[in-house]
T-cell receptor
Framework: DAGVIQSPRHEVTEMGQEVTLRCKPISGHNSLFWYRQTMMRGLELLIYFNNNVPIDDSGMPEDRFSAKMPNASFSTLKIQPSEPRDSAVYFC?????????????FGSGTRLTVV | DAKTTQPTSMDCAEGRAANLPCNHSTISGNEYVYWYRQIHSQGPQYIIHGLKNNETNEMASLIITEDRKSSTLILPHATLRDTAVYYCIVQSGSARQLTFGSGTQLTVLP
């Protein structure tokens, strides 16, 4: 398996522009998570899906952020409009959750810079 | 409300065992201890987890005290590639999300 695939790896955009980050989870995994990492705040959970349904989006900073999971093999995180404070590394992770506990597999992340 | 306490940083000589401690004095009966690590510029990587018994896999060993208030991650023969931030996370088995703290920066020295 190729693991969790995120694209793009790097994104530089101007303030006010729309940004879309993409994630392909591991095939067969039923949960997907979006995290954001900054030096100041560390790793923060933004939202997670279970069986393509958003379960908890309390970590989404504000209405400018939205996430979708139209099917089991694809998710997007959109920021519109983007602001310089959104600059961070965004990670996607997937897992197979059942009665037992499984580790999460993280992607390589998207480094977003908003200028 | 951090559930775990870890040292900010540790050093270890290459080839020696690295013992990373974690305190979780308020752990509940249904909460697991997870360990992840993050090598610079990469996504976090799952290492191991346990409930109350000691666990071992190809990467590391996890030793949990009998009262479950603390644990130690052991990398038996540390290499330079083990230099990373190591996160100890306590989470309910029924919870879906992981909450990361600040972790321990482990530096393996040649």
């Amino acid at each position: 398996d190729a693991g969790v695939i995120q694209s793009p790896r790097h994104e530089v955009t101007e303030m006010g522009q729309e940004v879309t980050l993409r994630c392909k989870p591991i095939s067969g995994h039923n949960s997907l998570f979006w995290y954001r990492q900054t030096m100041m705040r560390g790793l923060e959970l933004l939202i997670y899906f279970n069986n393509n349904v958003p379960i908890d989006d309390s970590g989404m900073p504000e209405d400018r952020f939205s996430a979708k999971m139209p099917n089991a093999s694809f998710s997007t995180l959109k920021i519109q409009p983007s602001e310089p404070r959104d600059s961070a590394v965004y990670f996607c992770a997937s897992s197979l959750l059942s009665q037992a506990n499984y580790g999460y597999t993280f992607g390589s992340g998207t480094r977003l810079t908003v200028v | 409300d951090a559930k775990t306490t870890q040292p900010t940083s540790m050093d270890c000589a290459e080839g020696r065992a690295a013992n990373l401690p974690c305190n979780h004095s308020t752990i509940s009966g249904n909460e697991y201890v997870y360990w992840y690590r993050q090598i610079h510029s990469q996504g976090p990587q799952y290492i191991i987890h346990g409930l109350k018994n000691n666990e071992t896999n190809e990467m590391a060993s996890l030793i949990i005290t009998e009262d479950r208030k603390s644990s130690t991650l052991i990398l038996p023969h540390a290499t330079l590639r083990d230099t990373a931030v190591y996160y100890c996370i306590v989470q309910s088995g029924s919870a879906r999300q992981l909450t990361f703290g600040s972790g321990t920066q482990l530096t393996v020295l040649p």
